[in-house]
């Protein structure tokens, strides 16, 4: 039988005794501010930010034919090919078991006829 460290003797006696002094505490001050205390409400105004606004998270899946584009927040570069979709991605902070960085092929599924992203596969921005 294995023998696990603990960092700290767990009593339960000593925890039910800790929460209830919270749990009085709290309740003599009842005008404290809690995380959600000062949240104000939300409320809806002709300048809320509309779909379009969100696609600049994800890197899109159609561009400018023999273009690179490259996602600013994760990073990763993606080639149009000649007819404007996806050949390959430069994937940069993640890893799928591959490593990082790490590329991915696209190309035409020959079930469904659809353009589909490849498993990941090891590759180098180092020329050696």
Known sequence: MRNFARSAQYDPATWQAQLAAARAARAGDRG???????????????????????????????????????????????LYGDDGNPVVDFDFDHDHGQGIPH????????LTGKLRRGAGVPMSILPF
Do not use: C, V
């Not at 590329?103 to 020959?110: E, F, S, T, V």
């Open 32 to 78: 404290a501010s809690t995380l959600l205390g000062d949240a104000q409400p939300f409320e809806y105004t002709e300048d809320a930010p509309t779909a379009d606004a969100f696609d600049i998270a994800k890197t899109p899946n159609t561009g400018e034919p023999g273009t690179w584009y490259t996602n600013p927040g994760s990073g990763q570069m993606r």
């Open 103 to 110: 590329a991915h092929n696209w190309a035409i599924n020959p």
